[in-house]
């Protein structure tokens, strides 16, 4: 099967962009985001999966954008269970992963496309402690990290659809050593795992909701944020970036 589910509703895609056009402080935590995974890009051309409203061309200069079909906002339509093998210095996703009935699929499929030492680097919604009573009152997805058990592969909800954010940390925290594992075989190690985002993503209001503090105040915050612990984000943290490295050799 070459095709991904869509799972999400593709006709809200211009009500986010007009959010995100009115909302400074939406922005200042995005490139906040955007900066710190900038900071792992390995060398080479960047394609990112799963891209919505494309707002990562503003942070990434030449990426190609791409979505499960193709949309305004996008520069082609892709699977993330069959990424373009294109040698790709880079494959990024926001908030994507966890959309994904068969999320190891996607890391397979996009190990394939990369170029030796490129990098796959995705930020998600953390299942922490904190994370799991956050986006259980404010989000409509579940976020349930004990779902997310061998083989990993999950049905669709009535409505076609799947998600659940607590993907991220339970693949790449709970799971980790066995995760990795299997990945050793695609040619896959980790670079690195950071939690972050305890109050401010929730101050921007997300998509949905007026922000509660200004962009300057909100940029403080997540100068303060990052001299928080890792020990500590483990339990308090709502969002994570994840950097996996495809062999450099082949």
């Avoid at 193709?70 to 892709?78: C, M, W």
């Avoid at 966890?98 to 990369?114: C, D, I, V, Y």
Wanted: hydrophobic share 45%; aromatic share 10%; proline share 7%.
């Amino acid at each position: 099967m070459n095709s991904a589910p869509q799972t999400y509703d593709l006709s809200l895609l211009d009500r986010s962009a007009a959010k995100w056009n009115a909302s400074p402080a939406l922005r200042a935590v995005y490139a906040d985001i955007f900066a710190e995974m900038r900071g792992h890009l390995a060398p080479g051309s960047i394609l990112e999966i799963g891209s919505g409203i494309g707002m990562a061309r503003e942070y990434f200069p030449g990426v190609v954008t791409s979505d499960i079909v193709p949309t305004r906002f996008v520069d082609r339509g892709v699977s993330a269970y069959a990424v373009p093998p294109e040698n790709w210095g880079s494959v990024i996703a926001i908030d994507m992963l966890h959309h994904l009935q068969e999320p190891l699929r996607f890391l397979e499929s996009a190990a394939a496309a990369l170029a030796p030492g490129g990098r796959i680097i995705l930020a998600e919604p953390a299942g922490t402690r904190w994370g799991r009573v956050f986006y259980g009152w404010f989000h409509h997805e579940p976020c349930d990290p004990d779902q997310v058990q061998p083989p990993h592969r999950f049905a669709a909800d009535a409505s076609g659809g799947f998600a659940n954010m607590g993907i991220g940390h339970a693949l790449f925290g709970r799971q980790r050593q066995q995760i990795l594992t299997g990945l050793q075989a695609h040619g896959l190690s980790l670079v690195s795992v950071r939690y972050r985002d305890f109050l401010a993503y929730p101050a921007t209001g997300g998509f949905s909701r007026s922000a509660l503090l200004p962009a300057a105040v909100l940029r403080g915050l997540l100068a303060v944020e990052r001299l928080l612990p890792q020990v500590l984000m483990r339990f308090l943290a709502l969002r994570m970036i994840i950097v996996l490295e495809k062999n450099k050799t082949t």
